[in-house]
């Protein structure tokens, strides 16, 4: 994996990593557009879409969608955004799983979003369903980088699970390989809640990029043992979301801290609370140090940040101008804090 400055002229020099063998030089901070997708409220397009711009202008070049978030317009209100400037100097990343029927009524987590039903269909037919639907939301003739979406335990359960796991390697990961054959995309890949699965996608086809969400980042290092050593030994390239573990590496352990998508459990609340103390030992905000250790692994070439305004954008960019001193890595490992093994940014 190598890093350079963002070459884009009147951009702000943001580093960019090469993504695994896609030949994609990405930056090291990608823009995620669940929240565009009405996840926690619902926003103005307005203000959804400047969010998008004010990613490109700081040299941000990696957009993150998939038809889930907000059943479609997260992908609408990208394509609205992808439009305003050069597509060449975007790399483009959506996902597979899933399509949407607008004749029924929805069904979803979402504050807001399309007024469309998600349908899970990992069969090759499902897949090439889901990528036009991409495009045609996305206002684009091409996709960068596809990736099959939630075959998780989280997602599917443990009884549907295995079921899910072959219709994806007999199906998606077929269409996918062909439309990578057939170079209409540059990379394909997973993107999932769990190491465990990483590992069993990279054993069981040829991937050339990852996105694992929530299992590496400052408060838990699962992905360390296994997958990640996995992933540099294919030369897979990683991209990482949920770095804040879904708000509470960025909140803190405040009342209401969420991880994993729900209120943090006491254990969890504890072990933050002691991390953060160690931060401000050495004067390091907590979502700071979040950003500089999950880009420490040198797997990892790029860490996808969902914002739902244009000044949340400028904040995830300005915290990797503040440094991060060797000691307070030290200190979280001494403390029992942090993996033995963990790489550290130098």
């Known amino acids: 994996m190598t890093q350079q400055q963002s070459s884009d002229p009147g951009s702000p020099a943001l580093p960019r990593r090469r993504l695994g063998r896609t030949g994609l030089d990405v930056s090291i901070l990608g823009f995620g557009t669940a929240p565009l997708g009405d996840l926690f409220a619902r926003l103005d397009d307005t203000a959804a879409i400047a969010a998008a711009e004010r990613a490109f202008a700081l040299g941000i070049n990696l957009l993150d969608s998939s038809p889930l978030y907000g059943h479609g317009l997260a992908e609408h209100r990208s394509g609205t955004a992808l439009r305003r400037v050069a597509r060449d100097n975007v ?6 799983g899933r399509w949407m029927d607008p004749f029924h009524g929805r069904g979803s987590n979402f504050a807001g979003g399309a ?5 899970f269909d990992y069969s090759y037919d499902g897949t ?5 639907q ?4 996305l206002g684009t003739d091409r996709i960068d980088l596809l990736l099959i979406h939630d075959v998780d335990v989280w997602t599917h359960g443990t009884d549907a699970i295995e079921a899910r796991f072959r219709e994806a390697m007999e199906g998606a990961y077929v269409a996918l390989d062909k439309l990578r ?13 769990e190491a465990e699965m990483c590992v069993r996608f990279a054993k069981a086809g040829t991937f050339d990029t990852m996105l694992l969400a929530g299992r590496y980042s400052l408060l838990e290092q699962p992905a360390l043992a296994e997958f990640l050593p996995l992933a540099q ?5 990683m991209m990482l979301g949920g770095v804040f573990n879904s708000g509470i590496l960025a909140t803190g352990a405040v009342a209401g801290a969420k991880y994993n998508y729900k209120d943090a459990p006491p254990d969890v609340m504890q072990k933050v609370a002691a991390i953060d103390r160690v ?15 999950a880009l420490g692994h040198p797997a990892v070439a790029s860490l ?3 914002a739902q305004t244009p000044q949340e954008v400028e904040r995830n960019v300005a915290a990797l101008s503040s440094p991060a001193p060797a000691a307070l890595w030290r200190d979280l490992k001494n403390e029992g804090l942090l993996d033995q093994h963990a790489p550290v940014p130098t």
């Open 304 to 306: 996808v940040l969902g």
């Open 181 to 193: 054959s057939e170079r209409v995309v540059k990379g394909i890949g997973i993107g999932v809640n």
């Open 115 to 119: 007024p469309h039903r998600a349908v």
């Open 233 to 237: 030994a294919k030369d897979i390239g």
């Open 279 to 293: 931060c401000r030992a050495h004067n390091v905000a907590l979502p700071t140090a979040a950003l500089h250790f």
């Open 91 to 96: 790399v483009v990343c959506t996902k597979v």
């Open 128 to 132: 090439m369903r889901s990528v036009e």
């Open 134 to 137: 991409s495009l045609l939301r």
